[in-house]
């Protein structure tokens, strides 16, 4: 009895570890992503994890930093596979990283960046109100949350660095929209695809906060690959795949995302203008 | 008003007005120390908070990382919204660099200018003042903790300032003192009573000595009787000095009736030997004449019967009259034994007419220097009394003894009480219904006043007993 209990207890011990072994027997993709999404939902990462490693057949791990230069290091030195990037890094590092997928959004793979400021004030319409204040930017290396604010003051022929009394930068376009809401700062720039977003799952976050200015369209933050990498077109293929299946439109919702694209490299021609404006 | 009011109901008042007193005080001594305690534990944890936080922003201050320091802040804070409890980190030059409160203490406002309290103002200016203050504001509704953020070499970076409403102690200091008085209430419950209890004994000997003095004056002495606790302290000593007043109340007046019944003996005493001697005279001349009538002779039959009627008138006059005047007969011989015994013989015929017992106890052995006609004569009279009071068979006795005050003589009989209305004038001369007359206790009286002798009655129903002493001085003084 004793030595049929112990076979049994081998058995189911084999077939719960069967399927993770053999995953685990390759080396994981390692995967950076950026504050470009909510990335502080660990429960939803994990379950994304889980879905990409059916498809991808590999394990795979989600690396997390506090700034997308982070992450932007970590690809340059072939520490990370892929990314989910900022378009405008994706535009500074073009050279050397392969775009795999671009998010559609409202139907469309772009978004726009917000100018939003704190909701009892009803009189700011353009950046340009907000002289003398204090500015709350995402990240030194977001196009939403820098680079468009940034080119907005140099087009109006101002000195980014004398407008306003003071800007920070929190890290992070929820932070901003955090910093704004409290009255931290007067004024912040936010990717227009979060705050939607958190208006949607968290509206008591974002209803201390108003938009007072929309940008054009900018191509929606890529999910890129190190060039030359083996698993560019298995990635594009399961995430591609995810609006067939009921746990990948699942995923997408929590995203609130309404699927994958190829994507055209075009979508980051106007990013990359913007950029070579502000340098020139 | 509060004069009028006993004692009784005075000193469990005063007890529990100073158990209600006591019982306040120690509550407010109690509130007053639990709130300075929760304020002092709330300025000492908020000074850790302080130390702390102030090593904790010193990078985000040192990288001008507005929003880490914002975070840092909110950190110690349930509710960012909370307005009693404010966080603010201040820059070297005294500017608002971030704060819990950014819409009151916004990023670069000046806030040592804008603070309306000078004493924190001063504080903000001293520039080499690196330890931790904690600053009570000028208007007292803040409490501020200022904690100097230094750099590695020691160098001034900024300052964090804590800034708590003093209101926040306002439900520590309900807390304390809801509880503090619940228990005041419970000790009041339990207390009260006793105290009152204990006041109400405390006061009772006390009312009750001045109810009996109150009766003192209107009622007879001998009626107080007045019970208190035995002890030395002020009620024990001024019940005592009661009970000594009463009695000396009781003997004065036991020494007065006694004084007055004395008196009253003595003038009866005068009033009968003079009368006896106005009598006597006439009486006398009365008898001597009718004996020289007759000596004389002649008279016939009818005047002897009528001369004869009146000698025997005259004789019982005289016979009554020598019986209230009783004189010392100094001439007596000294008293034997013999003199006792012939008393014996004399009562035995009495005695035995009603089949009464006699019991005789003599234990006079030696003759005594007292006059022995006068003992004769009281020892009989109190016997003679006693047969004549004693029921057929009987019981009456005799003792005959010596003490040290003297002579002692006891008649006791079995006969009924002598009534209290009798008892007062027993020693006075009395002519009742259906006796000849009644001077047996009276001569007696005379005879033992005369030997300054004490003769007393004891009678209850069923037993009655004279008692005769007599110093033995007195026969030599005489």
């Known amino acids: 009895m004793d030595l049929s209990r112990r076979k049994l207890l081998k058995v189911a011990a084999t077939a719960l570890l069967m399927p ?32 990409l490693e059916t498809l991808l057949r ?5 690396v997390q930093r506090g700034s997308y230069r982070e992450i932007m290091t970590l690809l340059a030195d072939a520490k990370l596979d892929c990314a989910w990037l900022c378009g405008y890094p994706y535009v500074q590092m073009k050279d050397r990283l392969d775009l795999v997928a671009v998010p559609v959004y409202a139907g469309q793979p772009s978004y726009r960046s917000y100018l939003i400021v704190p909701a009892e004030d009803r009189a700011t319409r353009s ?14 290396d977001s196009n939403s949350g820098w680079l468009v604010p940034q080119v907005e003051l140099k087009r109006a022929g101002e000195d980014a660095t004398r407008f306003f009394k003071k800007g920070f930068y929190t890290w992070g376009h929820r932070k901003v929209i955090e910093a704004v809401a409290a009255g931290l700062a007067h004024g912040g720039a936010v990717d227009g695809y979060i705050w939607d977003s958190l208006s949607r799952l968290h509206p008591e976050m974002t209803r201390a906060t108003r938009v007072a200015w929309r940008s054009s369209l900018f191509g929606f933050p890529p999910i890129v690959a190190r060039k030359g990498g083996d698993e560019l077109n298995t990635l594009r293929q399961a995430l591609l795949a995810m609006t067939r299946s009921p746990p990948g439109r699942m995923l997408l919702a929590r995203l609130n995302l309404n699927g994958f694209t190829i994507g055209e490299l075009h979508l980051f021609d106007s990013i990359q203008a913007n950029w070579r404006y502000l340098e020139g | 008003m ?12 005063a007890m529990s007005l100073v158990i209600v007193v006591t019982a306040a005080v120690v509550a407010a001594a109690l509130v007053w120390q639990g709130y300075r305690q929760a304020r002092a534990n709330f300025i000492s944890h908020t000074q850790t908070l302080g130390k702390t936080l102030a090593r904790t922003v010193r990078p985000a201050l040192l990288h001008d990382d507005v929003w880490q320091a914002y975070e840092i802040l909110l950190t110690p804070l349930e509710n960012p919204s909370d307005s009693g409890r404010v966080l603010i980190l201040l820059d070297a030059r005294g500017q608002v660099f971030a704060s819990s409160a950014p819409r009151r203490f916004a990023v670069l406002d000046d806030f040592m200018r804008d603070t309306d309290d000078l004493a924190l103002a001063w504080q903000l200016r001293q520039r080499s003042d690196w330890r931790q203050h904690v600053l009570e504001g000028a208007s007292g509704r803040y409490l501020y ?10 160098t001034l970076q900024g300052r964090l300032v804590q800034r708590y409403d003093q209101v926040l102690f306002g439900p520590r200091l309900n807390e304390v003192a809801t509880g503090t008085i619940y228990a005041a209430l419970a000790a009041l419950v339990l207390l009260l009573p006793v105290g009152w209890l204990a006041g109400k004994r405390l006061a009772e000997p006390l009312s009750h000595l001045a109810d009996c003095l109150g009766r003192v004056g209107k009622e007879l002495p001998d009626t107080i009787r007045c019970e ?9 000593q001024l ?12 003997s004065k007046q036991a020494l007065e009736k006694h004084l007055a019944h004395s008196d009253r003996l003595a003038a009866i005493g005068r009033l009968s030997a003079g009368i006896a001697h106005e009598i006597n005279n006439p009486l006398g001349g009365m008898l001597n004449a009718i004996s020289n009538y007759r000596r004389r002779g002649g008279a016939d039959h009818n005047t002897e019967k ?3 009627l009146i000698e025997r008138g005259l004789q019982q006059i005289r016979e009554t009259v020598s019986a209230l005047l009783v004189e010392a007969k100094l001439e007596s011989r000294a008293l034997t034994t013999n003199d006792l015994e012939d008393v014996r013989t004399l009562i035995a015929a009495n005695i035995q007419k009603k089949f009464i017992g006699l019991e005789w106890r003599n234990e006079v052995t030696q003759p005594l220097p007292l006059p022995s006609a006068q003992i004769r004569q009281i020892l009989l009279n109190l016997l003679l009394n006693a047969a004549q009071a004693s029921p057929e068979h009987g019981q009456v006795v005799c003792a005959i003894g010596l003490t040290e005050d003297g002579l002692q003589l006891m008649v006791g009989n079995a006969g009924a009480e002598i009534p209290e209305r009798r008892r007062q004038h027993l020693f006075e001369p009395y002519f009742g219904e259906g006796e000849v007359h009644g001077l047996g206790l009276w001569v007696t009286y005379q005879l033992v006043d005369q030997l300054h002798g004490a003769i007393s009655v004891q009678s209850i129903p069923g037993f009655t007993r004279f008692t005769v002493s007599l110093p033995l001085e007195s026969s030599r003084e005489t």
């Open chain 1, 20 to 51: 993770s072994l053999a995953v685990q027997a390759q080396a994981p993709l390692l995967f950076g992503t950026t504050p470009v999404i909510l990335d502080e939902q660990a429960q939803f990462l994990e379950r994304w994890r889980i879905y």
């Open chain 2, 228 to 236: 208190f606790p035995h002890g030395r302290d002020e009620i024990g």
């Open chain 2, 145 to 154: 903790i200022l904690t100097p953020v230094l750099a590695e070499d020691g």
């Open chain 2, 239 to 250: 019940a005592e000095r009661f009970q000594g007043m009463v009695e000396e109340l009781r």
């Open chain 1, 127 to 140: 950046i340009l109100d907000l002289r003398g204040k204090v500015f709350a930017y995402s990240d030194p």
């Open chain 1, 58 to 62: 590999r394990p795979m791990r989600f």
């Open chain 2, 306 to 308: 009528t001369l004869a």
């Open chain 2, 2 to 13: 509060l004069d009028n009011l006993s004692y009784r109901h005075k000193t469990p008042l």
